[in-house]
Each structure stands twice: as structure tokens, then as C-alpha cells.
């Protein structure tokens, strides 16, 4: 398991012996044995940091770059709108 808040370099990841770690700019804050309490932890730190660092709005020029980059990466792999003949059902192998 792993969670990333980027915006204040927080992380929570699954060490060795499955301790979970809890580290901000790197630095350890807090170890938990379980990861119900750790995820916990995460989020309550997380929401006071989301007022501390609150999100920067995006430009429309931005949204756009990252529509086209994000339509380029993923492409359709077939065209819905072919113009041959439609397909026909598979025949049965049956011997009756």
C-alpha cells in the first residue's frame, strides 16, 4: 500500500515486517502496526495540510493541454463507425 499527498511530500507506505511508515519531506513521523490506524492518521494530517496548501486553479489552456495529452495516450483502438458489412453471428457446431 501506498498514499502520496504531493502538494506537502507526505507519504504512507508498507514497510518491511508490514509496518506502515509515515513520512513527510522525507523525514519519518510516525511508524503504525496496523493500517486501519495508519490510513487514519494519514487523512487527519491530510486535511489540515489541504487548508495549509489549499489547490491552485487550473487555466483553461492548461485543462485543454491535459485533455489533448491525456486523448493521445489513449487511443481508440477500433472505429465504431465502419463502413463494411456488419458482422454475422457465429454458426452453431453442433451435430444433432
Known amino acids: 500500500m501506498r498514499l502520496y ?6 507519504l504512507l ?7 506502515y511508515l509515515l513520512e513527510r519531506n522525507g523525514e519519518q513521523v510516525a511508524t503504525f502496526k496496523h493500517e486501519r490506524e495508519a490510513v ?6 491530510r486535511r ?3 487548508i495549509e496548501f ?3 486553479e487550473v487555466s483553461a489552456a492548461e485543462r485543454k493541454a491535459s485533455l489533448e495529452g491525456y ?10 463507425l465502419r463502413a463494411g458489412p ?7 457446431r453442433t451435430f444433432g
Open 5 to 10: 499527498f504531493k502538494r506537502a511530500e507526505l
Open 40 to 45: 487514519a492518521e494519514f487523512n487527519r494530517i
Open 71 to 80: 486523448l493521445k495516450d489513449n487511443l481508440v483502438k477500433h472505429n465504431s
Open 54 to 56: 489549499p489547490p491552485s
Open 86 to 92: 456488419a458482422k454475422k453471428p457465429a454458426k452453431s
Open 13 to 19: 507506505r508498507q514497510g518491511e515486517a508490514g509496518v
Open 48 to 50: 489540515s495540510l489541504e
